[in-house]
């Protein structure tokens, strides 16, 4: 005997796959849902359909009569749709209202014995007062869209309906173990992340609403089915647990459950909730899940009556919230990044949390040997591939030990006092001996270790020759060489000598545990920062930096005549233009060697560092992603700093030194998340059970599980630049034109006529602005933004406070001040990029 059909819409949802479950055995179950699914067993057969298309309607109901024979025992429409923002969408009308009349008109012309309507207890208004139960006839008067559509399709079924069979479920929230109900799940991540607002509430602590277990739905709808035929023509029944527990209660059994700690919370003033909410998001620019129609109905409160429901199926529930709530949390504990992504929340929040800590534990305790020893292997087998690095610095340090002889470093010479030098030096032919004696001795040292560490695992050996090149790139800076050639070779042969040391692969040092994976992205990370789509473009910029650091140290060390500056000029009878006023002012003429020439190293250490390491190098070299960080950070301070005090200090301005400030700044965002990675990964590595120091100097194991490894240069180049261009940056208009604003304090005397010592002030406030406003285009500096409000102020202030304005001036000032404050509060747009925990941190 052929079973019954059912037809289900949104057959594919949470609750239509677990209704279809129960009905399969004893009916033929047909599905309605925007995607085609298989379901359980394939016993699902599923029909795409869009309900807000009259023509797409009719067509799957063809189809679905034509598999069911023409009649449906029932039909349990469940599809709809919803959001919780409160506000009114076109969605609401065209799915669910009126795509339940084009379902309703187009069931007519088939035999269809029930139909049942899944809508929500929220039709009606709140409870008068707690401990007065709403009922069936009580007055229907919705609060916002999502049940005013409910009630509009209510309304429209009593009118429509033409003889069907009908049921109308007025269901409270549908929950299981794993939560799924939007309000408990938001409100108890919440209390588990111990968020502010989990502290706090508005309106009255002692209401609440009811809520229904899904089996207990499953249920209601079972029998509704099979009591069809005894049922009303027309069955409106409430539908949940008639225990209603307040806020306050769920608040203080959640912080026993998950914090085992009496949770206290606060209950707010709605005005004043109001008004933060719409600081946060219209002022700030923050998503928040705190809607304006969930602050007026924070007072409502729903007691229900589902004494019908078991006059009429039978039914009452089995199931309670606060019962369910001890397994709900336990789930939540065992696995909270599973727990998250099953209630549609994001799982980078609670990736690093205690308890993804204990399961890493648990498998870096059982790491296995096999990893291991295939990581020693992959070791050992790069370095015999890569051997010939060694034999290539020898052949360098054979170079160096010949080079004083070939450019002519003990040959007598003569010179003029380099242009920059501020102390007394040794003759001529004297620093350049020196120099020739240490390229010697260099060259015997590199070639003596090189060869001696070819064979040998002393990484300790690959590091010294590193040292070496390093002291090979300074050495002409320390005996100020009169030799350019000297100068250039030494520069570049250091380089080389670093980079056949340490960076041809595989970097010395590295424990084989933490090369036993290959999971390259941090936890709650969706990105690697140290991929080398990342890392390639900084270092790009490094040598632009490298670059013009290298040609303003020639004219300090006397190698040039003189440095192009097509804009600024020196002091008048110098004959020197802003550039070369500035290299050979009293603050360089302060260093002992060419502070050009030392920028030129650490730009030269920029490169040598980014390009060290793999894409895990986040974790497996976290002592030299400091080290990169640290040589960007600082080099990026001081090099706004050396331009903030050039017109108070030297009175000229350096165009070279603007640009080589420009690219590092930039710098700083594009090098920064990394530099927070590998912070985090040594917390959590640290709260797993490793030992910090090991971790920090040889590296670790990965804390997550399973990664798939991203994709890094195998790709089109454009894939790449939109990586390094969106990869944890974006550019809000707001910082676009705070950098804007910033430079144009920087030219108020050309624009506004201002002088010192109120042109002093707008000119070291513009950099800085502009500095700020760069770093927090980064979206894990953002929040750094609002030192520029502090800034703005200062900027509408000075006029008031310093001399030098004229009236247009102060007017300027106190306009850009006020922008860059209003400016400085949104965070704007953020990308779809996670950074772990470090997610709430971005306000």
Sequence with gaps: MDRPTILITGSGGFLGRAIAEALRDRYRIIGLDVRKQEGAGGDL???EVDLASRSSVNAALAQAADKAGGRFASVIHLAAYYDTTGEEDPRYDSVTVQGTRRLLHALKRLGTEQFIFASTLLVHAPSPDIGIRITEQSPIDP??????????????IGRERDGVRTVILRLAGVYDEDCRATFIAQQIARIFERLPTAYLFTGNLKAGQPYLHKDDLVDAVVRAVDRRADL?????????????????????????????????????????????AWVQAEILDQETDIKPWMIEGSDDHYEIDTSRARAVLGWEPRHALTRTLPEMIRRLKQDPTDWYEKNRLEPAAVAASEPELRQAERRLRRLPEEAL???????????????????????????LMLSPLTIGLLDPVAASPPPALGHELDAPRVRNAWLGVSEMASGAMVILVALLGMGARRHWMQWMTAAVGLWVMLAPLVFWTTSAAAYATDTIVGMLIVTFAVIVPPPPGIHPRALASDDDRPLGWSYSPSSFSQRIPIVGMAFVGFFISRYLAAYQLGHIEGVWDPFFGGAEGTGRNGTEAVVTSWVSQGFPVADAGLGAVAYGLDILAGAIGDRRRWRT???????????????GAVSVAFIIIQPPLIGALCTLCIVQAAVTVVLIPYSIDEVLASIQYLWRARRAGEPFWQTFWKGGPALSEDQVPQPDLDRSVWDIAREFFGGGMTFPWTLVAS?????????????????????????????????????????????????????????????????????????????????????SLPRGRRSDEHYGGWDRAIV
């Design 45 to 47: 057969e599923t029909i």
């Design 143 to 156: 609060a916002w869209a999502y049940p005013r559509s409910k009630a509009e399709t209510e309304a429209l």
């Design 373 to 399: 020893r295939d990581a020693e292997a992959t070791i050992a087998r790069d370095r015999r591939q890569t051997s010939w690095a060694s034999m290539v610095n020898a052949i360098l340090g054979a170079w």
């Design 621 to 635: 070299m976290p002592w030299m992603v400091f080290l990169f960080g640290l040589l960007i950070i600082p080099l």
């Design 739 to 823: 950098v804007a604003l910033g430079a144009l304090l920087t030219a108020t005397p050309v624009v506004f006529g201002t002088k010192a010592p109120l042109y002093f002030s707008d000119h070291i406030v513009g950099c800085l602005v502009i500095a700020v406003a760069v770093v927090a285009m980064a979206e894990v500096a953002r929040p750094l933004r609002f030192a520029n409000a502090a800034l703005g102020a200062w900027v509408a202030a000075a006029p008031f406070l310093l001399d030098g304005g004229a009236p247009e001036a102060t007017a300027a000032g106190v306009v850009m001040g006020l922008a860059l404050v209003g400016l």
């Design 232 to 276: 009303d023509e027309h069955t409106v029944l409430l539908i949940g647990e008639e225990d209603t527990p307040s806020y306050e209660e769920l608040q203080k059994r959640l912080g026993r459950l998950i914090h085992g700690e009496e949770w206290r919370t606060l209950s707010l003033p709605k005005g004043l909730t109001k008004a933060g």
